[in-house]
């Protein structure tokens, strides 16, 4: 994930498992992966020259969005070369939440501060979320 929103993924942010990755061949031929349980993924038999690398998006979490607003490109034009590795490193964060206001009075600024947004990722606390017994 790209914490810091610069477009890239840098290095300690972690990666996103389940994410298909399409290379397209400079003779126009798709192959697609998927990225590993570390976000990680490796195309191999990619002919010498350009190809595109496209992150197919449909198939990103849905709470997660491109931070490619500031750097990089989707799809990205790479040069494969014979004998050495070609590496990208795409920028995908949590979408933000469109209300930074802690309404609820819970000290967190969450997406459950507006009506009909539950952010599983807040945690729950019976002595901080409404009226009744604690």
């Given at each position: ?6 477009g890239?993924?840098?290095a300690?942010?972690e ?6 990755v399409?290379?397209?061949?400079v003779d126009?031929?798709?192959t697609?992966?998927?990225?590993d ?6 195309a191999?038999d ?10 197919d998006?449909t198939?990103?979490p ?10 990089g490109s ?5 040069t494969v070369?014979?004998?050495t590795n070609?590496t990208?490193?795409?920028g995908?964060?949590p979408?933000?939440?469109?209300d ?5 009075g819970d000290?967190l600024t969450?997406?459950?501060?507006i ?10 606390d019976?002595?901080t979320y409404?009226p009744?017994?604690?």
């Amino acid at each position: 994930e790209d914490t810091n929103g610069n477009g890239v993924q840098d290095a300690g942010e972690e990666g996103i498992a389940g994410v298909d990755v399409v290379v397209t061949d400079v003779d126009g031929n798709p192959t697609t992966v998927t990225t590993d349980a570390n976000g990680d993924w490796t195309a191999t038999d990619i002919p010498v020259g350009d190809a595109t690398v496209d992150v197919d998006e449909t198939t990103l979490p849905a709470d997660i969005t491109d931070t490619l607003t500031t750097t990089g490109s989707d799809p990205e034009t790479v040069t494969v070369v014979e004998g050495t590795n070609t590496t990208t490193d795409d920028g995908y964060a949590p979408e933000p939440c469109p209300d930074a206001t802690d309404t609820d009075g819970d000290g967190l600024t969450d997406c459950e501060e507006i009506t009909g947004i539950d952010d599983p990722n807040t945690p729950e606390d019976p002595n901080t979320y409404g009226p009744g017994p604690f």
